[in-house]
């Protein structure tokens, strides 16, 4: 068995073990949730007890691995080789409102480069992994992106980040220009479900800016093992910690980053 493999593998125990925390606390928060700092950035319970699962057995398979998890930060030398970046729970407003649209995410950073993903949505039993040149799939069964080649028959998908008050570059203006050239864009509250989503074909492109590693780790690999395209937003490599992404089916990647980067202000949107 590969290093990858093994990898993969493992992420996968924790990603189950993490799914299985999260059902458990389902529906069951009360009081159990806080704000972060920002309004609406939450954190539960259900977050801190999946992290501590996934940490637990990623330490006790590679003790040497560092780790960049969301709840509890950067563990170990961030320039090591290996770098796990974990989100326990990515769609907490979602899982917090009882709106089963939220994952497990993990992903693996090989020189600074996504080389393994998994992402797990418990409440629909979803379970998308992908390893460098070992291909992408669904429930164990591969997956492959859309065909759709035009933006006026595609249905994208895109997120706001918790600054969005804080800032005009919000992506408001974004969002409104593309509704009105494509069949629509919808807003799901998780990033890695959103890149899985394009993965397997059900998005045709996914844009958004705000991210952190750990929300998009996973979802980069999976989705290029499927087929698809990663960049920045001007099409150019992508810079994992920027926060901006843009991710396609490939067919429409340069028309959408195009699109992208003349985007009208918002006061002339009608
Ligand atoms: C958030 C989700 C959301 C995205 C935000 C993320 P969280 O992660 O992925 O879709 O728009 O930028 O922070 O807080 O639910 O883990
Ligand atoms: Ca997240
Ligand atoms: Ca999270």
């Known amino acids: 068995m590969t290093n990858l493999q093994i990898f993969l593998d493992i992420a996968t125990e924790a990603a189950l073990a993490a799914g299985a925390v999260l059902q458990g606390y389902w529906g069951k928060l009360e009081d159990a949730i806080t704000e972060k700092g920002r309004p609406g950035d939450l954190v539960t319970a259900a977050d801190k007890a999946a992290e501590v699962v996934i940490l637990e057995i990623l330490r006790r398979h590679f003790p040497q691995h560092s780790i960049l998890a969301e709840e509890s930060g950067k563990l170990g030398n961030q320039d090591n080789e290996y770098l796990w970046a974990i989100d326990p729970l990515d769609g907490t407003t979602n899982y917090a409102h009882q709106y089963p649209c939220f994952a497990v995410s993990i992903g693996l950073l090989i020189n600074g480069v996504p080389q393994v993903g998994v992402i797990y949505n418990p409440f629909h039993d979803e379970l998308f ?121 490939g067919y429409i990647h340069d028309t959408l980053s195009r699109e992208l980067m003349q985007i009208p202000p918002l006061s002339t949107w009608k």
Request: overall charge positive; glycine content about 12%.
């Open 129 to 249: 992994r992908a390893a460098a040149g070992l291909g992408a799939t669904r429930n164990r069964r591969p997956i492959q992106v859309s065909g759709a080649s035009e933006l006026g028959k595609s249905l994208l998908v895109t997120g706001f980040a918790y600054d969005r008050r804080e800032t005009s570059d919000n992506n408001y203006a974004e969002f409104c220009h593309l509704t009105h050239l494509t069949q629509g864009v919808r807003r799901s509250g998780s990033a890695s479900m959103d890149l899985a989503y394009v993965a397997c074909g059900r998005f045709d492109g996914y844009w958004e800016r705000g991210l952190s590693p750990w929300d998009i780790a996973a979802g980069v690999i999976l989705l290029q093992e499927a087929g698809g395209k990663v960049t920045a937003y001007d099409g150019s490599p992508l810079k994992i910690e920027s926060g901006r992404i843009l991710a396609t089916n």
